[in-house]
């Protein structure tokens, strides 16, 4: 079965991570350091923390906007669960907006009509890889005094008009889950321009302790330091970063081969009558982290065409996968109160979306057998 992602490691990442276990620092030390900046390359951005992995991330990123009880956070309905699971873990309530029918990213229409004097914030995600509109929510940020979060765990290494993720949001996270664009086995990031929530960060991803001299509201001695504020342990390990580091070298390599397989695909897919192929903005660069068909739209019968062709690509060999159910509509959230209809796009959405295989390690005959048995499903859909 060829999965819908998968890591791509090599003996370079391996070597890696054993010198890093030979070294005498497990956890926290000089690699830790040294990811960051090379991330801060990557990514356009003046500071970047490393976390625990994405969740963690989102987190602080939503606390180091001063995210409280009681406050609103608008976001996509059409992401992971974490996007909204990190608003309630502060006590603030997820408000879903709906997304763009092409792209699947936060509709800022549908983010605009939903800010009410609660508001705290406004968090895009860039689905599949596919920055959200951000000269669009800027406006509305700025219009209503909102803080602007983008979720980039899809798009390390995409571009808006040749700017990177860091540097269309107040503050981006990403995540080195195995199937995301580099990997640390469990890893996240939080990255910004802004001193005061990268200070913010680093606190909080190590209980809130403040080690800084000037900080320090008493000086005690040379072991002293005090906890500020209520933080986590959402350290990365030492080795963690050396696999970051030896996975970052290779992104421009992996990005190549994600936008070639994507390219391939709209080429011999884009005629088939039965799938939808992803839709983009002008200007945008995707880092492909998901390859999304949709089952044609206008048909009644699209959510039981979806199943059908589902089982088919299955049974067939592809381990697709469908991302993502409305978050409201998970029983959780169900339970909160949400109502199914809320966001009737992402619904929409949802019920048509089958995820193919992409990731850099799959061979040009693993891309073919994909794109002949998408139109093998097609025919015998039609
Ligand atoms: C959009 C989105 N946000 C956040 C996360 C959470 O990342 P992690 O699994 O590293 O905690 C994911 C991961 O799957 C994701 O897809």
Same mark, same amino acid.
């Given at each position: 079965?060829?999965?819908?992602?998968?890591?791509?490691?090599?003996? +370079?990442?391996?070597?890696?991570?054993?010198?890093?276990?030979?070294?005498?620092?497990?956890?926290?030390?000089?690699?830790?350091?040294? $990811?960051?900046?090379?991330?801060?390359?990557?990514?356009?951005?003046?500071?970047?923390?490393?976390?625990?992995?994405?969740?963690? @991330?989102?987190?602080?990123?939503?606390?180091?906007?001063?995210?409280?009880?009681?406050?609103?956070?608008?976001?996509?309905?059409?992401?992971?669960?974490?996007?909204? =699971?990190?608003?309630?873990?502060?006590?603030?309530?997820?408000?879903?907006?709906?997304?763009?029918?092409?792209?699947?990213?936060?509709?800022?229409?549908?983010?605009?009509?939903?800010?009410? =004097?609660?508001?705290?914030?406004?968090?895009?995600?860039?689905?599949?890889?596919?920055?959200?509109?951000?000269?669009?929510?800027?406006?509305?940020? @700025?219009?209503?005094?909102?803080?602007?979060?983008?979720?980039?765990?899809?798009?390390?290494?995409?571009?808006?008009?040749?700017?990177?993720?860091?540097?269309?949001?107040?503050?981006?996270?990403?995540?080195?889950?195995?199937?995301?664009?580099?990997?640390?086995?469990?890893?996240?990031?939080?990255?910004? =321009?802004?001193?005061?929530?990268?200070?913010?960060?680093?606190?909080?991803?190590?209980?809130?302790?403040?080690? +800084?001299?000037?900080?320090?509201?008493?000086?005690?001695?040379?072991?002293?330091?005090?906890?500020?504020?209520?933080?986590? =342990?959402?350290?990365?390990?030492? #080795?963690? /970063?050396?696999?970051?580091?030896?996975?970052?070298?290779?992104?421009?390599? #992996?990005?190549?081969?994600?936008?070639?397989?994507?390219?391939?695909?709209?080429?011999?897919?884009? +005629?088939?009558?039965? $799938?939808?192929?992803?839709?983009?903005?002008?200007?945008?660069?995707?880092?492909?982290?998901?390859?999304?068909?949709?089952?044609?739209?206008?048909?009644?019968? /699209?959510?039981?065409?979806?199943?059908?062709? $589902?089982?088919?690509?299955?049974?067939?060999?592809?381990?697709?996968?469908?991302?993502?159910?409305?978050?409201?509509?998970?029983?959780?959230?169900?339970?909160?109160?949400?109502?199914?209809?809320?966001?009737?796009?992402?619904?929409?959405?949802?019920?048509?979306?089958?995820?193919?295989?992409?990731?850099?390690?799959?061979?040009?005959?693993?891309?073919?057998?994909?794109?002949?048995?998408?139109?093998?499903?097609?025919?015998?859909?039609?």
């Amino acid at each position: 079965m060829l999965p819908y992602g998968r890591q791509a490691i090599d003996e +370079d990442d391996i070597d890696a991570v054993a010198e890093a276990l030979r070294s005498p620092f497990l956890t926290t030390g000089p690699r830790i350091a040294e $990811f960051e900046a090379a991330l801060a390359q990557a990514t356009g951005a003046r500071f970047v923390a490393a976390v625990s992995s994405g969740t963690a @991330a989102l987190h602080a990123a939503y606390r180091s906007v001063g995210i409280k009880p009681g406050d609103e956070v608008i976001m996509p309905a059409l992401t992971f669960a974490a996007t909204a =699971n990190a608003a309630l873990y502060l006590g603030a309530k997820p408000v879903f907006g709906d997304v763009d029918r092409a792209t699947g990213t936060l509709d800022p229409e549908s983010a605009e009509r939903a800010v009410t =004097n609660r508001t705290r914030a406004i968090v895009a995600v860039d689905y599949a890889g596919h920055p959200a509109d951000y000269d669009a929510l800027r406006l509305i940020s @700025a219009r209503h005094g909102l803080a602007l979060v983008d979720d980039a765990a899809h798009s390390l290494g995409a571009t808006d008009r040749g700017r990177k993720v860091g540097e269309l949001a107040d503050v981006a996270t990403l995540s080195f889950h195995p199937v995301k664009l580099i990997t640390t086995g469990e890893g996240g990031a939080v990255i910004t =321009n802004d001193p005061a929530i990268h200070q913010s960060i680093v606190e909080f991803r190590s209980h809130g302790m403040v080690r +800084d001299d000037l900080r320090l509201l008493r000086h005690e001695g040379p072991w002293y330091h005090e906890m500020h504020d209520l933080g986590f =342990n959402y350290r990365l390990t030492d #080795f963690q /970063s050396a696999l970051g580091l030896s996975q970052l070298r290779k992104l421009p390599l #992996f990005l190549a081969r994600r936008r070639e397989i994507a390219s391939r695909y709209d080429q011999d897919l884009a +005629d088939q009558g039965a $799938f939808q192929i992803p839709g983009r903005r002008d200007g945008v660069e995707s880092a492909w982290h998901l390859y999304v068909l949709r089952v044609m739209e206008g048909r009644a019968d /699209s959510a039981h065409r979806r199943r059908l062709a $589902f089982d088919a690509f299955r049974d067939r060999g592809l381990g697709v996968q469908v991302h993502y159910l409305p978050v409201y509509l998970h029983p959780f959230y169900q339970d909160l109160g949400y109502a199914r209809g809320l966001c009737p796009v992402a619904e929409d959405f949802y019920s048509r979306a089958i995820s193919l295989p992409i990731y850099p390690a799959m061979t040009d005959a693993e891309v073919e057998q994909v794109t002949h048995t998408v139109r093998d499903v097609a025919a015998g859909l039609a």
